[in-house]
């Protein structure tokens, strides 16, 4: 997957899921990193952006496409987010520059993305114009893209946002424009088109079509990660059940969209939520309680002035205010809610006409009343809203009434709001419209039709108040389930705020890889955040039979507890890691006095945690408090995280202590493997001079014993034969003494460089003689691996260094091209390179014309324990180990360069002074 190809808008929770495992197994992978924080993006944003902080670093090691196209994927995750938490101004800028890069890179999928979350905005600021422009670029760019999956999801989109203006269009525009049948869609595809399908059904007052495709839609939101559609589609739902009459479904449902809401913290959700929640409580009869939710809701909204939740806010308030005869305040409300941009939506303006026409009315300003309910009663008809229509013609009637107290034109009015009643499957008139209906049938001379509308009337009102006592219980149920819920987000949101701290702390503790200066850093914190005296924390020995005392202060004075027995029956701290349990001791059940410290003051507070990793227990920290009552549920949960980062940090100390010790164990063997492979060098390379001289010195030793005999013979010997044995002899000796010179010149190299190895001696040297000893000593391995070495030491300054250390070095990288550049083929060249540069410098490099490295092997190259010969013979450790001597005892730099069947070069920076 490339940076800069396009993410699935909103991926699956199985794909999700298969992405977290994949996670765990390559945790640093940038590409799996990216789809996490994308797919989290609504899920768990707090993560997300911790991913995307975690990827900027990698985004500065790319090429310029691949850090562009990563960088601007980051850009509109946090566009998101600020769209979410309804950071407006922030946005604003950020999606300019997000788009201005998309069309740079010509990058289809981000610009979809970004006119996607430009709709949301413009949303937001209740800008319907805006907000149909900005869908019809995101679909645009997504078909010119070929992707068809977020095209689907912009039209149903479009659909929906335009339903709002005129719903009998909108599914004239776009419904043939979406899959007819649900089944077989993507989840985030079937959320966007049920939804599109429960705003058509519920602004046609059909309720049970509505709830069916909302509860749908609803199920693939969660599916498919969409959070926001989802609280939006449970905030409807509740709205919707509330329309129906059944309150407590009603109310179930906002509870749980009010609850991912704030659990979220996003503020036009949360507001949303609210509003609805007014709605039903209104039809509870708790004005009061209706007027918190729709006071909340205001506090909440306040970065969303425009938007279409403020102009809903309004209407609930409005509609309260007029059942409790307040009309002039409705009309103040109504006014207001006009006023809004966003309020110019079809069924708003139906909405605030009949409260506004109500209001007047009330106010006795009955003309204006009756001017307003005729453009009103127009554009409900044209909604084809029945429940509209019925308040419409209801509110015509009862201004009628107002102008005509005798006049037929009301009985009209009513008659046809019942009659549209009829139509509507479980509707019952209200008990207020039948009995107004019966008086005008009563003022008209029908008295039969005036008795059985007074009838039904009475029935209904009977059932009223049947149900009304039900209402009020469940009012009241629901006021205290919402003041308990407001306690619990409280609470929640106190140990959320606790838990950032804690894991913004967290690194102080992490990071440390000293046990000692881990049990500081826990006591450090531990006084920061709890009343504590006294800390102590006790460590599992070795044989896991007794906890050992690591660490103890008591008012800033150390001590040191007596190892304890695991099966001590009087220790706390024994219990806790035996149990594997927290014990919390106050006032009333202190501590057994055999378990407390001896010369320690006595404590009336404790807590005892075990320090624990998955499964396994390392100890246990207790903290103590001469203070009743000075722990509860709080502080036991700040004790329990910071056990948890002190067990994690401890584990990694141990880890890198046990490293350490390995990697020193490998680096000593490593060294025993080159002085060895040099010895065995030297060895050979001894073997032909001195079996040369022994060869020689055998054949004069024969001649000079022929020499003797002839000799003792009684014939005189001949010049001749005197003058071949010398000349003989002479030419023996004459190999003899240069074999030998050359053994004694082998012989004090190999005493140089074992001395400077084994000493790691640090003198002036020619960094070119050091070359050439290396050379010598590997030899016979290029011989017999056919590979040519040649040497091109330009004149340098002298080196006040390490001759050993680079010397080792240079056997390490020249061996390593040995194994690996010509695996697989005969023959080949290496080359040692001295140049000298500026600065007081000089460059060294081992080049090899070998099969080269791919780029994620030459990226891993220097790391420990890295090999592509895994059980081959190879550490892993010899490049690792070459890299740490270069860049730190001889403070030098040292780089790779290499490609497939381009060889590789290993170059050395080095000063002339080691530091």
Known sequence: MSFRAALELFPSQTALEAGEQRLRATPQDPQLQLFMAWALRQRDMPRALALAQALEAHAATQAEPERRGLRLRLQLLRAEAALLYAQLEQLEPLLAAIRAEALALGDLGAQADAAWLAQGLAALRGDFAGEQRELLAAAAAAEQAGDTLRLLIFRAELGRSAAFQDNLKAEQDWGPLLP??????????????????????????????????????????????????????????????????????????????????????????????????????????????????????????????????????????????????????????????????????????????????????????????????????????????????????????????????????????????????????????????????????????????????????????????????????????????????RVEHEHLRRNHELLLHLSSISQEITTELQAERIFEALERLVHTMLDAQSVAIYTLDEAGGQLVCSFGMESGQAFVDPPIALDSPNSYCARALRERREFVLGAGELADPHSEVPGTRAMLSMMFVPLRLSERMLGVMTVQSVRAAAYGEREQLILRMLCSYGAIALENARAYQRLGALQQQLMAQEKLAALGAMVAGVAHELNTPIGNSLLVASTVLAATHALAERVEQPQPMRRAELQAYLQQAGEGLAVIERSMQGAGALVSSFKQVAVDRSAEQRRRFRVAEVCEQCAQTLGVALRQAGVGLQLQLETAPQLDAYPGALGQVLVILMSNALTHAFAGRSGGTLTLELHALAGERISLSVADDGVGMSEAVRRRVFEPFFTTRFGQGGSGLGLSIAHNIVESLLGGHLSVSSAPGQGSRFTMELPLRAP
């Open 180 to 485: 007819a049948e649900l089944a077989g869609l993507p989840p985030a595809a079937r959320a966007a088109v049920a939804d599109f399908r429960g705003v058509l059904a519920a602004l046609r007052a059909d309720y049970e079509a509505c709830i069916a495709s909302f509860g749908a839609a609803f199920e693939a939101a969660l599916e498919s990660g969409q959070l926001r559609r989802a609280i939006a589609l449970a905030s409807n739902l509740g709205f919707n059940y509330g329309n129906m009459a059944d309150y407590e479904t009603a109310l179930s449902w906002l509870q749980r969209g009010l609850e991912l809401a704030r659990a979220a913290g996003w503020p036009s959700l949360v507001g949303g939520c609210l509003m609805h929640v007014g709605e039903v409580l209104r039809h509870l009869g708790q004005l009061d309680a209706a007027r918190e939710a729709l006071q909340e809701a205001q506090q909440v909204l306040r970065p969303l002035p425009h938007g279409r939740n403020q102009a809903v806010r309004l209407n609930v308030l409005a509609r309260i205010e007029l059942e409790s005869g307040r009309y002039a305040e409705a009309l103040a409300a109504y006014e207001e809610m006009a006023a809004l941009p966003s309020a110019a939506a079809a069924d708003l303006r139906v909405i605030a006409g009949i409260g506004r026409a109500r209001a007047l009315l009330g106010l006795g300003r009955v003309a204006e009343a009756a001017t307003g309910i005729q453009q009103t009663l127009s554009r409900a008809r044209a909604q084809f809203n029945r429940n509209y229509e019925i308040e419409a013609l209801w509110a015509q009637a009862d201004i009628a009434l107002a102008l005509d107290p005798h006049g037929p034109a009301a009985l009209g009015w009513y008659e046809q709001a019942l009659a549209q009643a009829a139509t509507l499957p479980a509707y019952r008139p209200q008990a207020a419209l039948l009995e107004a209906a019966s008086a005008a049938q009563a003022a008209q001379g029908r008295f039969e039709r005036a008795y059985a509308l007074a009838h039904e009337a009475s029935a209904n009102r009977q059932r009223h108040f049947s149900e009304e006592a039900t209402r009020r219980m469940t009012g009241l149920r629901a006021q205290h389930q919402m003041e308990r819920a």
